[in-house]
């Protein structure tokens, strides 16, 4: 395989699926190119979970941006003065051009901020991608609260009565993780 094909990893259908792997093996990649697919065919929906405000910020800001990157997507980003396009980006919402009308694709939350997800459920939202889910002891230690407690709160949020599948990409980093 030339990259990490993240739509064959995902036809297993697990609830919650973990990659833990080395640096540079393209995960990140890989479900970003699988969640510009389904927007673009199907119109799903994803939420994108980053440990705090701050990697939340960075993670909005770097997703989708390198042009290979959105040639591998088959993207295009919006020009407003040709009105040309397929993709664009507002704060840490992302959209997509599909049958003539823009809709968002996938949002960057925080998992420091989960409260903010709830009541916010959506029938079109099926993924949910924890990036970066394991780290270093001294990150972890700067977490207040429960990060399980609070990822599964999220879960539950998107979730309530139709189906989502979670997907967490990690390094390997630390001998443990939550």
Not at 138 to 151: I, M, P, Q, T
Request: proline share 2%; with cysteine.
């Amino acid at each position: 395989m030339k990259y990490f094909d993240a739509g064959l990893t995902a036809s297993y259908n697990g609830v919650f699926t973990f990659f833990l792997s080395n640096r540079n093996y393209g995960k990140t990649w890989g479900f970003q190119r699988r969640q510009a697919q389904r927007a673009l065919k199907h119109g799903k929906k994803c939420i994108w979970v980053r440990r705090f405000k701050k990697e939340a910020k960075e993670a909005a800001a770097k997703l989708y941006k390198s042009s290979d990157l959105l040639a591998f997507c088959g993207l295009t980003p919006y020009n407003p003065d040709t009105k040309e396009g397929n993709f664009k980006k507002d704060g840490y919402t992302f959209y997509v051009k599909r049958r003539g009308k823009w809709v968002d694709f996938l949002k960057v939350a925080c998992l420091s901020d989960a409260n903010s997800l709830r009541s916010a459920d959506d029938v079109a939202c099926d993924t949910i991608v924890f990036d970066e889910f394991t780290t270093t002891p001294e990150k972890y230690s700067l977490f207040r609260g429960n990060e399980v407690e609070a990822f599964i709160d999220m879960f539950i949020s998107a979730k309530r009565m139709h189906k989502v599948r979670c997907f967490f990409l990690g390094n390997k980093e630390s001998g443990s993780n939550p």
